[in-house]
């Protein structure tokens, strides 16, 4: 008993065009995109990532070490007059 491939029949190709999720160079839906840049925005702000670039732009400078740890300094700073409570 043989089967016919699913390469073969017709409803199974007319399923692969309407249905090209997966492929390679399908367009990834708008909202998607959009739900994904909130996300890593989201990511960012937690993890004080915009943070630091902000305090790169506001000093002028770049991405280094010795940036990093000036940047940690005024984080600490800035925690340790936040007022505590309860």
Do not use: N
Not at 15 to 33: E, N
Not at 45 to 65: G, N, T
């Amino acid at each position: 008993m043989t089967f016919p491939s699913a390469e073969s029949s017709p409803s199974s190709t007319a399923a692969a065009k309407r249905c090209s999720a997966g492929q390679p160079g399908t367009a990834v839906p708008t909202w998607f995109v959009g739900a994904t840049r909130l996300l890593l925005a989201t990511f960012r702000e937690i993890f004080d990532e915009s943070a630091y670039w902000r305090f790169l732009k506001r000093h002028e400078m770049s991405s280094c070490p010795s940036a990093y740890a000036a940047f940690l300094r005024e984080q600490e700073g800035i925690k340790a007059r936040r007022p505590k409570c309860c």
